[in-house]
């Protein structure tokens, strides 16, 4: 008898998806998992990895999964059967519960494909040139500009242009790297003098991938190694992508025939996502993870972290963890709890002229009416230039304004600072760092 039912289970499932509407995220989600443990009688008896919980076999019911199974059961066979849901007891589970691996061979997560990407308006545009790059390399826009804020999805959709032409032309030579990973080959190949093979290597890739390009910025040798690369492939109609947190015309420092370059073809942003965008990229990220969380708490998570979409998926992995270690099924009570500490940071994370003024006074142990004040001396106007260029950079406050804040300066004092560090940060990669971990400290 469970024989007979095992051998039309793929035709069940094809039947769920034509007939009844079942979506295939659904059934590869919800379907696929469930073992055919027993057939008695008229009772069909389903088995779901314990790892979904009590709450996956109600999600299942509430989803009226067992009915349109049971329909397509009675179709194929002519019986009408009831469906049992167990949970497996948790040895049994053991053999599916491989983890999943990062990185494949090519240097790709395998979890970044079309698939698993969900378009909104944000990301909309950024979407199609990728899909219409990934059919055609080198035809449709070259090189394809992807920029956008931290954790929105541009290398999601590198890789995913990546896996597709791997996946439909396995002939071409695909490489993903990201700008990291080009500048510690070129300074290697500098050191043991093996620049010939690094061009010979980058000059036979046909789609070329660079993540994160702006921290090419300030290197001078891998620019130049990168500019040969780019014409090299753009001349023998290679395709290239890059991203960047930035469009093209405003990464200031970067040389300006690289910076023509990367406007030839396509640029194209990613926007953070709306509320709609956020819970659905939600849903998604609990169905690939297969679990069951309630539209509610799915509503707490995009209303209260509006940043990026890692923030997003952090939100729900803290929930998973803190409801696997405290044993306790996942409800908007616990959610709140688990994401307290995140929520209440990220409360605190508006970042203002002040808090810039407080911070740099604090990392140079210095006292912002020093920052304010009219001294002229090293170690207090320079670290007024850097406030100068993070109230530029991560605040929306005029010049005007800024330079208010800063002592009543004026806004052409305002631009010089920031030029100055603008024009430092090119040739002092240390400097960079003290940015960075100002920056921290204000997250
Ligand atoms: N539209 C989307 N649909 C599904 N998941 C998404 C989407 N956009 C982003 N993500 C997920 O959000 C996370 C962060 O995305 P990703 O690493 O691609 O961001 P990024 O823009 O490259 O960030 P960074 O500039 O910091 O490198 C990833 O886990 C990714 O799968």
Redesign the pocket.
């Known amino acids: 008898m469970k024989n007979n039912i095992e051998n039309i289970w793929d035709d069940v499932l094809i039947k769920l998806e034509q007939e009844h509407d079942v979506s295939s995220a659904a059934i590869n989600a919800w379907i696929k998992p469930l073992h055919i443990e027993d057939v008695q009688n008229n009772n069909i008896i389903l088995s779901l990895d314990a790892k979904y919980g009590e709450r996956g076999i109600q999600f299942i019911k509430k989803k009226m999964y067992d009915f349109y199974i049971s329909l397509a059961i009675q179709d194929l066979t002519g019986k009408k059967y009831d469906i049992i849901f167990e949970l497996e007891k948790d040895g049994a589970s053991e053999k599916s519960s491989t983890k999943e691996p990062v990185q494949d061979d090519n240097n790709l997560n395998p ?2 494909t079309f698939d ?5 308006d944000n ?1 909309q545009m950024a979407h199609a040139a990728s899909i219409a790059v990934a059919e055609a390399p080198a035809e449709a826009y070259n090189p394809l500009f992807l920029y ?1 804020g ?8 590198m890789h995913s242009i990546a896996h597709y032409i791997i996946e439909h032309d396995s002939n071409l030579n695909v490489l993903y790297v990201t700008s990291e990973d080009f500048t510690n080959e070129v300074i290697n190949s500098i050191q043991h003098k093996k620049q010939e093979e690094l061009r010979n290597k980058y000059r036979s890739i046909d789609v070329l991938l660079v ?2 390009i702006q921290f090419i910025i300030g290197k001078d040798s891998t620019q130049q190694e990168f500019f040969h690369t780019f014409n090299a492939l753009y001349n023998s109609k290679k395709q290239i992508i890059l ?1 960047s ?1 930035k469009p093209p015309k405003d990464l200031d420092v970067l040389e300006e025939r690289l910076r023509s370059r990367f406007s030839w073809g396509l640029t194209v942003d ?1 926007q953070p ?1 709306d509320y709609e965008t956020k819970i659905a ?1 939600l849903r ?2 609990a169905e690939l993870d297969h679990i069951y969380i309630d539209d509610e708490i799915f509503d707490y998570i995009a209303t209260h972290i509006k940043s ?3 923030d997003l ?1 952090g939100a729900l992995n803290k929930i998973k963890v803190y409801s696997k270690l405290n044993k306790q099924p996942i409800d908007l009570e616990l959610s709140k709890i688990a994401l307290q500490d995140l929520i209440d940071n990220k409360s605190k994370q508006k970042i203002t002229p002040e808090l810039i003024l407080k911070t740099v006074a604090e990392h140079y142990n210095i006292q912002t009416s020093d920052i304010i004040s009219k001294k002229r001396s090293h170690d207090i106007a320079y670290p007024r230039q850097i406030c100068m260029y993070l109230c530029k950079k991560l605040t929306d406050t005029s010049l005007v304004k800024i330079g208010e804040v800063i002592g009543k300066r004026d806004h052409s004092t305002v631009i010089h600072g920031v030029e100055k560090i603008e024009k430092d940060l090119k040739k002092d990669s240390n400097l960079q760092n003290i940015i960075d971990v100002i920056t921290k400290k204000m997250e």
Request: glycine residues 14%; proline residues 3%.
């Open positions: 979890r970044y698993t990407f969900v378009i909104g990301n956008g931290a954790g929105l999805g541009k290398t999601h959709l993540d994160d991203s947190d990613i996502p990229i998604k990220r990026n979409i890692r998926e």
